[in-house]
Each structure stands twice: as structure tokens, then as C-alpha cells.
């Protein structure tokens, strides 16, 4: 399972999506609701959360995409119950707190960093900046 914003989708998702999946047979993605972003970004996103899932949904690799909760964050984790949580290498989470967090609950899933890929490149807030130059 990863999880994200993706907005917009780019060559450095596609590469965590690949890395997810070699840690399993099954890829779900989680995608961030439009609420969660003006949250914790403090920004509007540029495509809705159903343009982000649809755009998701046509990629081959994924086997399923769900829109994360509005209030829980932690509820598709239960209700999915994955064998591995894959981190991405810039998502601010403390894995120890999650872990904490997921026992609490009942659950104990594997939870793994992925690696950059080109950051200097791709990376959803540096792509954001060069379409606002234009």
C-alpha cells in the first residue's frame, strides 16, 4: 500500500509505484482527498481527487486505487490490512510513531522507505513552480 497526493502524477510516482510493488503481489494506492490537501499543504490542489484517481486507475501496475478518509487517515489501512506500507522517500512521516499507531489498532504491517527517483526533477512541488513560471 503507498500513499500520496500525486498532483500531478509524474515519472517519480510511477517509480515508487514499481518500487511498492516489487515488496508485494497487490498494489493499492491511496490517494489524498482534496480536503486533506488544503489541510496539510495549505494549498488547493491542481486536479481533483477524482481526476488524481481516475488518472491512477488506468495504470497497469496498480491493482486497486481507493481515495483516502476524510477524518481517519489510518481507516483504509484497516480495512485493507497490507502485508507492507510503502513510505515515500519525502513523505513526513516517523515510522516509529506509525507503527506505534498501527499496533494500537490492531495491526503490524512492514513498513518500508522507497528510494528517490531523479527528485531534482521529479518532484510534485519543483514541477508545480516551473508550470507557474510559464
Not at 519543483?126 to 513560471?133: D, H, V
Request: charged share 45%; aromatic share 6%; glycine share 6%.
Amino acid at each position: 500500500m503507498v500513499f500520496g497526493t500525486f498532483d500531478p502524477l509524474h515519472p517519480g510516482h510511477l517509480n515508487y509505484f514499481e518500487q511498492a510493488k516489487k515488496e508485494g503481489d497487490y498494489l493499492i494506492v491511496v490517494v489524498a482527498r482534496d480536503k486533506t490537501i488544503r489541510e496539510e499543504k495549505g494549498r488547493e490542489p491542481a486536479q481533483t481527487e477524482e481526476e488524481r484517481l481516475k488518472k491512477i486507475k488506468e495504470l497497469k501496475i496498480v491493482d486497486k486505487v481507493v481515495l483516502g478518509d476524510k477524518k481517519d487517515k489510518l481507516k483504509v489501512v484497516k480495512e485493507e490490512n497490507p502485508d507492507v506500507l510503502c513510505l515515500g522517500y519525502d513523505q513526513n512521516v516517523d515510522e516509529d510513531v506509525l507503527r506505534n499507531k498501527l499496533k494500537e489498532i490492531g495491526l503490524e504491517p512492514e513498513i518500508k522507505r522507497m528510494k528517490p527517483f531523479k527528485p531534482e526533477k521529479y518532484k510534485s512541488s519543483k514541477l508545480r513552480e516551473k508550470s507557474s513560471e510559464v
